[in-house]
C-alpha cells in the first residue's frame, strides 16, 4: 500500500477548470434550502381561496356597495402578509445553509483546496476523508483504507472497500480511510442530484398537521358547494331583487371559506424558522418544526452534546517496558493524514518526537471495529483503540481501564499485533487472550504458525470536557417530560460516570450495548429502564431507535459522526451539529449551527409554540365554518333573507378570528404535542359552530317573523348575538387565561362597543339596534348558548381525557 503521507495528484490546472466552466460542465445543481421568490408568490397569490373570493368580490362591486366588499381585502392582506413572513424565511435559510454547507477538497495545480459544491466541475479530483459526503460520480484515483456507506443509495448496511478504478456514487460517504476520485458526472447527471434537490426543498408537505388541516379543506369544500346551490336559491325566493339575493348568497358563501387557516398556518411555520435561525438553527425540512413538538425520546451521542468535541491527553500507562509504545503512538500520530478528534488529542499531548518511522499500511478507524491499526517498515503492526475491546478480560490492564473510565475518563489501549496481520483486519482476532510472547516477538504455535492476537503496550487516558451547559439543559427536558437516552460507542462504564455527574434520571445502571437483545421489544424494554447506553455501533444505533419507535414514542436523534447517519435518516428527527460531519448534515433535517447543545431546548420550544398555537388558530376558523354552513342550511331551509350583509361578517371575523389568530399563532406556547389533530379540533369547533349558528339563527327568526322590525334592525339583532358568541369562542380558546390573552378579548370587544357607538362607523356597516326588545331576546339566547356550550366542552375533556392522555 502507499505511504499515506504521500503528495497528492496535480490535478486540473487553473485553465482547465475555466474551460469547463465556459462549456457548461459545472456541478450546477441549485442550492434549494427554501423555495424560490417566484414559487413564493405563486403559492401565496394563486390559491383557490382567493380565486373563490375575488370572484365573489367581484359580484358584490356588481350588484351591491362597495362597503359589502371589505372582504376582497382578505386578498391582499392573505397574500401581502404570506409572501413578506415566506420571504424572510427564505433569506434566513438561504443564508444559514451557505454557513453550514460544508466544502469540497479538491486537488488543483497541485495544492489543495476547498470549493463550494457548486465550483466543482468536470475532471477534478477530489479528496476524500472520514465524514465526507460524496457530492458528484467518479471513479476512485487513489485509496488510503477508503470505506464507502451506500446504504442511502443501496439499502445494503455495510461499508463497502473502495479501491482504484471503483465507482463511486453521489449520495454515499466515507466511513472510514480516505482517498481521491476523479469527477466524472457533475450536476443534474450525478446520480443522487435529484434526490438531493427535493428532499433538500423548502416544503409544506409531509406532515400530520398539514395532512389533517388539508382533509379539514377537503370536507369544508364539498360542504360549501351543496350548500351554496341552496343558499342562493334560497335567497332568489326571499328577497326583493335580484340584487339582494346575491348580496345574501354572498354574505353566506364568504363566512364559509376558512381563508385564514393556511395563511396562519404558513405564517406560524415561517416565523419558526426565522426565530430558530437567530439562534443559528438551520432548519433544512419544514415539517421538522412541527417533529419538534412532538419529540418525547431525544437519543444523544455523549460526544459532542454532553462533552466538548476536543479532549486532552491527559496520561500514557506502559503496559509492556519491552515495547516502545510512546515512539509507535507518537509514529501513529504523525502519520495519520485525516486524525479525528482522538488522535489529535494525542498528537496534541504527547511530548514524544516523531521517531521518522516509515508507514507500510493503515487500516482506518471503524466504528464497527473500534479500532485502526498501521504497519510499519521495520517496526511491526500495531492497533489502537478501545481498552475494552483490545484487551481481554482477564487481563490487568483491562481492569485498570475500568477503573479509570468508572471515574468519566476516556481510556483506549495501544497494542502491538503480528506482523502482516493488518492485511486482513476483519479476521483479526484482537480480543484473543496473548499468550506468553517471546522477548520481542508473538509465540510460534504447534505447527509453526504465529498466533494473530494482540500484546498490550499502554493505556492511553483522555480527559473529556463537559459542556457547561450540558445540566441545565438535561433538566429541562426531564421538566419537559422528554426522556434523554445517551448512546455511544464508547466504554459505558466511563459514559454512565458523565451521565451521573449531570444528575441524567436512569443512569445508575449503564448498559453495555454488546448485551442487547436482537429482538425489538426485548431491546424496547431495556431502553425504557435505562438511560446510558456504550459500545453501541452504527447498526445499533438504527435497531434502539426502531425499538423505540415501536413503543409509540417519537424519536428525536443528535449526531455529528459518520457513524450516527444510519440513526439519524430513520429517526423522526434528526439533528446534526454544525461541526459534524458532512453526510450527518446531509440528512438531518435540523443543524445546530453553533454546536451548542443548551439550542435544543429553545429548538423544542419553537416546535411546541407552533404546533399548539395551530390548533388554537383552527379551532377559530373550523368555528367559523361550522356556524356558517349551519346559518346558510337554516336559511335555505325556511326560507327567509340571510341575517347578514357581508360588511357585518366582515367585521365579526376581523374582531373574533383574523386580529385575535395573528396574535395566537405567534404567542408562546410550552405545551407539548399529541396525536389526534383532527378529531381534537373536531371536538371544539362542532359544538362551538352549532352554538353559534343555532342560536344566531333563533334570535334572528323570532324577530324577523314575530315583530314587523325592518331587515336593517333584524340584520343587526344579529350580529349582536353572533359577536357576543364568537367573542366567547375566542375567550375559551384562549385559554388558559394570562393578562395579555384576556386584554386581546377585551380589546376586541371594545373594539366592536366603538363600532356601535360612533355614528359614521355604525353607519357604514349598516348597524341599526334600534329594537331593544329584539336585541335583548337574542342576547339572552346567545348566553344561554355560551353557558350550554361551555358545559359540553368541560364534559367532552373530562370524558376524553385518558384517551388523550394516551396519545
Not at 477530489?126 to 476512485?140: F, S
Not at 417519537?554 to 428527527?573: E, F, H, P, Y
Not at 359577536?723 to 385559554?735: G, M, T
Request: aromatic share 6%; glycine share 8%; net charge neutral.
Amino acid at each position: 500500500m502507499t505511504d499515506v503521507r504521500q503528495r497528492p495528484a496535480h490535478g486540473l490546472t487553473a485553465a482547465q477548470v475555466r474551460e469547463r466552466v465556459a462549456a457548461g460542465q459545472a456541478n450546477d445543481v441549485p442550492r434549494r434550502s427554501s423555495r424560490s421568490v417566484t414559487e413564493i408568490v405563486r403559492a401565496n397569490v394563486f390559491t383557490r381561496f382567493n380565486a373563490l373570493i375575488g370572484t365573489l368580490f367581484v359580484l358584490v362591486l356588481i350588484f351591491g356597495q362597495w362597503q359589502d366588499g371589505l372582504f376582497g381585502g382578505i386578498i391582499i392582506a392573505n397574500s401581502a402578509i404570506g409572501v413578506i413572513q415566506e420571504l424572510r424565511a427564505k433569506r434566513t435559510l438561504d443564508r444559514l445553509a451557505v454557513v453550514g454547507e460544508t466544502p469540497v477538497r479538491v486537488v488543483r495545480d497541485g495544492e489543495p483546496a476547498e470549493l463550494e459544491q457548486q465550483e466543482v466541475v468536470l475532471g477534478d479530483l477530489i479528496m476524500l476523508g472520514g465524514g465526507d459526503k460524496i457530492v458528484v460520480d467518479g471513479t476512485v484515483a487513489g485509496s488510503q483504507g477508503l470505506e464507502v456507506d451506500e446504504s442511502l443509495l443501496t439499502g445494503e448496511a455495510d461499508a463497502v472497500r473502495k479501491v482504484p478504478g471503483d465507482e463511486v456514487k453521489s449520495g454515499s460517504f466515507v466511513v472510514a480511510g480516505g482517498g481521491t476520485f476523479t469527477a466524472e458526472k457533475v450536476g443534474r447527471e450525478a446520480y443522487a442530484a435529484r434526490l438531493v434537490e427535493e428532499a433538500s426543498r423548502f416544503s409544506l408537505s409531509h406532515s400530520e398537521l398539514m395532512a389533517g388541516i388539508n382533509t379539514f379543506l377537503k370536507y369544508v369544500t364539498w360542504l360549501i358547494i351543496p350548500t351554496t346551490i341552496l343558499l342562493f336559491i334560497s335567497q332568489f325566493r326571499s328577497t326583493d331583487g335580484f340584487s339582494d339575493a346575491i348580496v345574501g348568497a354572498v354574505a353566506g358563501v364568504v363566512t364559509m371559506i376558512p381563508e385564514g387557516l393556511v395563511l396562519m398556518t404558513s405564517i406560524a411555520f415561517a416565523v419558526g424558522v426565522v426565530r430558530l435561525g437567530r439562534r443559528q438553527c438551520l432548519v433544512q425540512e419544514l415539517p421538522a418544526i412541527e417533529g419538534l413538538a412532538r419529540v418525547d425520546v431525544l437519543c444523544v451521542d455523549k460526544t459532542g452534546t454532553l462533552t466538548e468535541p476536543g479532549m486532552d491527553l491527559d496520561e500514557i500507562t506502559v503496559l509492556d517496558e519491552e515495547l516502545p509504545a510512546r515512539q509507535a503512538l507518537a509514529a501513529m500520530a504523525a502519520g495519520d493524514p485525516d486524525p479525528n478528534a482522538t488522535m489529535r488529542a494525542v498528537k496534541e499531548g504527547l511530548d514524544e518526537p516523531d521517531p521518522g518511522w516509515k508507514v507500510t499500511e493503515t487500516i482506518p478507524f471503524s466504528s464497527a471495529r473500534k479500532w485502526s491499526g498501521v504497519a510499519f517498515d521495520g517496526h511491526g503492526s500495531w492497533v489502537f483503540g478501545a481498552a475494552d475491546v483490545l484487551l481481554g478480560p482477564d487481563d490487568p490492564g483491562r481492569r485498570r481501564a475500568e477503573e479509570l473510565g468508572s471515574t468519566g475518563l476516556r481510556v483506549l489501549a495501544l497494542a502491538r499485533v503480528p506482523d502482516d496481520s493488518l492485511a486482513a483486519p476483519d479476521r483479526l482476532d484482537v480480543t484473543a487472550k496473548v499468550r506468553k510472547a517471546a522477548p520481542g516477538g508473538f509465540e510460534a504455535g504447534p505447527d509453526g504458525e504465529v498466533a494473530e492476537t494482540v500484546r498490550p503496550a499502554a493505556l492511553i487516558v483522555l480527559r473529556q470536557r463537559i459542556r457547561a451547559e450540558a445540566p441545565k439543559t438535561l433538566e429541562y427536558f426531564a421538566e419537559q417530560g422528554v426522556a434523554v437516552k445517551v448512546i455511544s460507542g464508547d466504554n459505558p462504564v466511563s459514559v454512565g460516570a458523565i451521565a451521573r455527574s449531570l444528575n441524567l434520571p436512569k443512569a445508575e445502571h449503564p448498559v453495555d450495548a454488546r448485551t442487547l437483545p436482537a429482538d425489538t421489544e426485548a431491546m424496547a424494554q431495556v431502553l425504557e429502564d435505562n438511560s446510558v447506553f456504550g459500545r453501541v455501533d452504527p447498526q445499533q444505533k438504527r435497531a434502539m431507535v426502531k425499538a423505540l419507535q415501536s413503543r409509540g414514542h417519537t424519536v428525536a436523534m443528535t449526531g455529528d459522526g459518520v457513524n450516527d447517519v444510519l440513526a439519524l435518516k430513520d429517526a423522526d428527527l434528526g439533528i446534526s451539529m454544525g461541526s459534524g460531519s458532512g453526510a450527518t448534515r446531509a440528512v438531518a433535517q435540523i443543524v445546530l449551527l453553533d454546536n451548542s447543545f443548551a439550542t435544543l431546548p429553545y429548538v423544542v420550544g419553537e416546535g411546541r409554540r407552533v404546533l399548539g398555537n395551530i390548533e388554537r388558530v383552527a379551532n377559530l376558523f373550523l368555528t367559523k365554518t361550522v356556524y356558517s354552513i349551519i346559518l346558510a342550511v337554516l336559511v335555505g331551509l325556511v326560507h327567509v333573507r340571510f341575517p347578514f350583509l357581508p360588511r357585518h361578517l366582515t367585521m365579526i371575523s376581523s374582531l373574533t378570528i383574523g386580529i385575535p389568530a395573528f396574535f395566537l399563532a405567534l404567542a408562546p406556547n410550552l405545551e407539548r404535542a399529541r396525536s389526534g389533530f383532527v378529531p381534537r379540533v373536531l371536538r371544539f369547533a362542532v359544538p362551538a359552530g352549532l352554538a353559534c349558528g343555532l342560536a344566531t339563527f333563533a334570535g334572528y327568526y323570532l324577530a324577523a317573523e314575530y315583530t314587523r322590525s325592518p331587515f336593517s334592525a333584524n340584520s343587526s339583532t344579529a350580529t349582536l348575538a353572533l359577536f357576543f358568541l364568537a367573542l366567547w369562542v375566542l375567550a375559551l380558546i384562549a385559554r388558559p387565561w394570562n393578562w395579555w390573552r384576556l386584554g386581546l378579548v377585551i380589546a376586541m370587544g371594545s373594539a366592536f362597543l366603538i363600532v356601535l357607538a360612533v355614528p359614521w362607523l355604525r353607519d357604514f356597516f349598516a348597524l341599526r339596534p334600534d329594537n331593544v326588545r329584539n336585541d335583548l331576546t337574542a342576547l339572552a339566547i346567545a348566553a344561554g348558548a355560551a353557558v350550554l356550550l361551555t358545559l359540553t366542552l368541560r364534559w367532552d375533556k373530562w370524558t376524553t381525557k385518558p384517551r388523550d392522555s394516551s396519545d
